[in-house]
């Protein structure tokens, strides 16, 4: 069992920024990578950034390359997402992801919504 708390979503202006953060909680030593996710009203979650714990390789989808930056601290069994430069396709919920063999846990979700 892998608990998950995401944290940091809110409105914000276009050209903005904002830092999310997810709190990893349990089974942590299983966790093979943790990553960010976000899904729109009428679309698919999609990726948006993954780290993996034991080297820190990083994975950005296209939409966000330059722009977003994740991170982990490993201490404290956090990962984190800097949003700089937000664009309004940006708004969706977003959701920290853990991955571990054979299984993927899930955050609650923080709704990130970026003005125009």
């Known amino acids: 069992q892998v608990h998950l708390v995401e944290s940091g979503g809110g409105l914000v202006q276009a050209g903005g920024s904002l830092r999310l953060s997810c709190a990893a909680s349990?089974?942590?030593?299983?966790?093979?990578?943790l990553g960010w996710y976000r899904q729109a009203p009428g679309k698919q979650r999609e990726l948006v950034a993954r780290?993996?714990?034991?080297?820190?390789?990083?994975n950005y989808a296209d939409a966000v390359k330059g722009r977003f930056t994740i991170s982990r601290d490993n201490a404290k069994n956090t990962v984190y997402l800097q949003m700089n430069s937000l664009k309004p396709e940006d708004s969706a919920v977003y959701y920290c992801n853990a991955a571990v063999p054979f299984y993927t846990y899930w955050g609650q979700g923080t709704q990130v919504t970026v003005s125009s």
């Open positions: 349990g089974s942590i030593g299983s966790i093979l990578e």
């Open positions: 780290i993996t714990i034991s080297g820190g390789t990083t």
